[in-house]
């Protein structure tokens, strides 16, 4: 059984060795990420070549997602490292504080002060510590400790219900997105976007830097629920970052959220990769829990395009097992989700032919026993359109296009094909098409599939036709 949902994990130290990122890879990883918080241009450049090495080899195509830091709201270092506060501490967060101490603690970002009022909920460390704001004088935020911990270097701060002002790309984001250009990074991913300017902006920047990446929204800020549906319109994807999220807008809010947004995005043409403590149990555990088996089982139900893999594989000590683990859940969770033809778009226009012959191509696929689907495209956009409708139908792309193969590798239930046909005769084509899928074992003699092309062939954008075939048999059914 083809595995529908994909797959993307973060490389690190833990998948440096060549074998254990080939053992990956052959595991079932999609499309790698390379964090930005974390290593030099260098590191991640040489990791981008490595994988895409492998993926030659094993004649695959894998994708590579730049995921950019965003701007570091943090709490500086301590004279000791960490330090201990209890519940009615009053313990001041001050941007002019070079080194922490028992009373204090520097930021890194600065602005901070300007930011939060009396009243503001301040969580620090993924919500492990919280404070209530007390008051406000000049650099310093003097604060009551309403739950305490264990706060140490350089551990994040949020603002309960959102607020922060920080802007979603930074000077060292800036310059990244030129890294990401140049080793030609298949998707881009921006930190705490608030709203669509964030997304129009790192566009403008990727594209000034010769890219051609495909960008991700990182929805992790209350703002971003606020203004999901205009997000969605000025990226390409988006990620259900449930971390920060869940810091800001409260634990119990993210699974409907995520729910939502799988929904909305999809509805509206765009990918969705379900991110954040997957299996965060398999950094030092072989198997994962059962609870984590549900959320990533429920993730792929929900319809997600991706499930992410973060610490699990940059630094876990079973990356190889991880993938395995994260495969297997995937699998026995598709055969729940059956196919279902909803009133999807139906009630709306289409702005291209193709999308139009994408959806035509899905409807018929429905209703007829179609053993495949086989996408002549250029860009890639037939078959994103054909993977919203959700079908147990498995869809090749099959496509001369390097970028477009690797694009796709993200793509729920879309298989990417390297096809180079020998002629521009749309019939000589569709014969050829045909031959490679049985070729490769996708389809046998006697089945029934769906092609769709474009005439001229070769013209980006320009699918506008659709053909069933038996393999096996010369006479077209319908065209």
Not at 410 to 424: A, D, E, M
């Amino acid at each position: 059984m083809l595995r529908r949902t994909k797959i993307v994990a973060t490389l690190g130290p833990a998948s440096d060795d060549q074998e254990v990122l080939y053992n990956m890879i052959q595991a079932g990883v999609d499309v790698v990420r390379l964090n930005f918080s974390h290593g030099t241009a260098e590191d991640h450049i040489r990791r981008a070549e490595q994988v895409r090495s492998i993926a030659r080899a094993r004649g695959r195509a894998v994708g590579v997602l730049v995921d950019l830091q965003g701007p570091k709201i943090r709490v500086g270092k301590f004279e000791s490292g960490k330090i201990q506060l209890a519940k009615g501490d009053r313990f001041i967060l001050d941007a002019e504080c070079k080194l922490g101490n028992q009373e204090r603690v520097g930021l890194d970002y600065k602005d901070l002060p300007r930011d939060v009022r009396r009243g503001s909920t301040l969580l620090l460390d993924d919500g492990r510590i919280q404070m209530w704001v007390e008051k406000v004088e000049g650099a310093e935020i003097i604060c009551k400790v309403t739950q305490g911990g264990v706060l140490s270097n350089n551990k994040g701060i949020n603002q309960q219900g959102g607020g922060l002002s920080a802007a979603a790309l930074t000077e060292k984001d800036m310059e990244d997105i030129k890294t990401a250009a140049a080793l030609k990074a298949d998707y881009i991913a921006v930190s705490f976007p608030r709203d669509a300017s964030d997304m129009l902006l790192a566009r403008r920047l990727m594209q000034a830097a010769g890219g051609k990446s495909l960008l991700v929204a990182k929805i992790e800020r209350a703002e971003a629920i606020t203004n999901l549906e205009e997000i969605l319109d000025a990226t390409d994807a988006i990620m259900v970052a449930r971390g920060d999220l869940g810091v800001e807008v409260g634990d119990a809010a993210v699974p409907a959220l995520q729910k939502r947004m799988i929904r909305e995005a999809r509805n509206k043409n765009k990918l969705v990769i379900t991110a954040t403590q997957m299996m965060e149990s398999m950094i030092t555990n072989p198997i994962p829990t059962r609870a984590e088996v549900s959320d990533v089982a429920n993730a792929v139900i929900d319809g997600t395009d991706a499930v992410m893999l973060s610490a699990e594989t940059a630094a876990g000590q079973y990356p190889v097992e991880t993938v395995e683990a994260m495969n297997r859940v995937c699998v026995e969770a598709e055969k729940e989700r059956e196919s279902s033809f909803t009133d999807y778009r139906l009630s709306q226009e289409f702005n291209h032919i193709d999308e139009s012959i994408a959806m035509a191509t899905m409807f018929t696929a429905y209703h007829l026993n179609v053993k495949a689907i086989a996408a002549m495209t250029q860009t890639g956009s037939t078959a994103l359109w054909m993977s919203r409708l959700g079908a147990d139908v498995p869809i090749y792309a099959l496509t001369p296009e390097v970028e477009t193969r690797r694009k796709v590798t993200l793509f729920r239930g879309v298989y990417p094909i390297n096809f180079k046909p020998s002629t521009n005769d749309s019939e000589q084509v569709l014969k050829e098409g045909v031959d490679e899928l049985r070729r490769r074992g996708a389809v046998r003699d006697g089945d029934l599939i769906i092609l769709t092309i474009g005439e001229p062939v070769g013209k980006s954008g320009g699918t506008n036709t659709m053909k069933i075939v038996r393999v096996g048999s010369d006479q077209p059914l319908i065209k």
